[in-house]
């Protein structure tokens, strides 16, 4: 295993470790039927204990996200047989989770903190009021029932999260069983050859003793 797979998988359990604390919270209100207002509040105080992170938290956070990536990208830059399947399914897959953080958990956490304001309001992933499908409706704050769909939604992305890594890691062990199979394919391909050359040489020497 080199140090691309390392990245890899490094920045996978890194990112397993932060959705096992965030599973506390979303569990409850995804696979709980009476979840209160108490599971509600207390998910939602800590995304927003997330969003208000001090900014090295953040660096720190997506400095692994991207150096996940460049171990995937790196590898598929080798090109070998196996990149070409194992490493661009792992590329889709942990593409594919980096989009659904990018473009539903950090709207959603920002509509969290800022739930006066139209645009960000408009600009989150919920199941939003009947009055707000309407072209030009009157705005107004988000309202309770949409703060539990926002954290809602959070909940189950992580959940979709961690289905799409746990692909990444099968990807990689996948690659590293094939690359292993082919490597005592190889040496004991080698071995026979190196037997069959020796054998060759033996029975040469023996008539030539003749």
């Known amino acids: ?18 959705l096992y604390i965030t599973s506390t ?29 001090p900014l090295s938290v953040k660096v720190l956070i997506h400095s692994v996200f991207a150096i996940g990536m460049i171990g995937i990208v790196a590898k598929i830059i080798r090109w070998g047989e196996e990149d070409k399947y194992f490493g661009s399914i792992s590329l889709l897959l ?23 304001e139209r645009n960000i ?13 309407l072209e030009n409706y009157e705005f107004y704050p988000l309202t309770s029932r949409e703060r539990v769909s926002v954290v809602q939604v959070i909940g189950a992305t992580n ?20 690359t292993r199979l082919d490597r005592i394919s190889e040496n004991k391909h080698r071995q026979e050859m190196i037997a069959k050359h020796l054998g060759a040489e033996r029975t040469a020497n ?3 003793e003749e």
């Open 121 to 133: 309001v408009n600009r989150a992933v919920y199941d939003a009021d009947d009055k707000r499908k």
């Open 206 to 208: 023996d008539k030539k």
């Open 94 to 116: 942990y593409f594919s989770s980096l989009l659904m953080y990018v473009s539903i958990e950090i709207p959603n956490m920002r509509v969290l903190a800022r739930p006066t």
């Open 1 to 18: 295993m080199g140090f691309r797979t390392g990245f890899v998988i490094g920045s996978v359990l890194f990112v397993y470790g932060i």
């Open 25 to 53: 919270y979303d569990y409850p209100l995804l696979f709980q039927n009476g979840f209160t207002a108490e599971d509600v509040e207390k998910s939602a105080s800590f995304y927003l204990s997330v969003y208000h992170a």
């Open 159 to 178: 959940v979709i999260i961690t289905a799409l890594l746990a692909g990444v890691l099968l990807m990689q062990v996948g690659e590293w069983y094939a």
